[in-house]
């Protein structure tokens, strides 16, 4: 069952009208703005950071995580093939050939006793890898997750789950038709606009469409 469908649009719309949207798509703009100093830069951390006390993750971020986000991105820099990320977009990426990278790099955050010291942390490391690379790498939290697994069945966390979120997306998009999904939202990144349509599908906000 296909997430993209000729109510695309209203799915963004009902997205920006959300009662949060606002302040998510002003924190959104602020750390895309941010990236110009580098993605991968020591100096762009704080922008993460703030990125993702902005999108409602302060609550789990113990005091330590500033030093354990800059141990995991001090991880993530040795990877020689992750400074390529950043010329990829969702729709076109080989994901096959970056997939290797991709997993590496999701476990470098996402295993326990690195952003957390205890538990696995699958929602911060989709959030910090949008962060990084928006144009490529999707945000999967609770309502987006919700919406690939009533569309695509897709259950769980796990690198090899994110790897079929991002292949299901991408396929997404291509049968919309890159250029008409991208003029939904001109300006905003391709994993951007995709996150706020499956938010709101996932998030029950499309029921009245």
Known sequence: MPLLDEHAVDYLAA?????????????????????????????????????LKGFDMARTMKREFSGCLRNCLNEVRKEAAVGNLKDYVLSTVDLTACEAVIKCVYNHLARPGKLDTKKQSHVATTKI?????PDLFLIVDSNVACA??????????????????????????CLYGPEQFRKLEPGTPEARIFDKIAFAVGSGATANI
């Open 148 to 173: 690939f697994r009533i569309h695509f069945g897709v259950t769980g966390y796990s690198p090899e789950n994110y790897i079929v979120c991002l292949r299901k997306a991408q396929n997404e998009i």
């Open 15 to 51: 997205y920006n009208k959300g009662k949060r949207a606002r302040h998510y798509n002003h924190i959104a703009t602020t750390v895309y703005e941010a990236r110009a100093i580098g993605p991968l830069s020591h100096d762009f951390e704080h922008a993460i950071i703030e990125g």
């Open 129 to 133: 890898l949008h962060w990084l690379f």
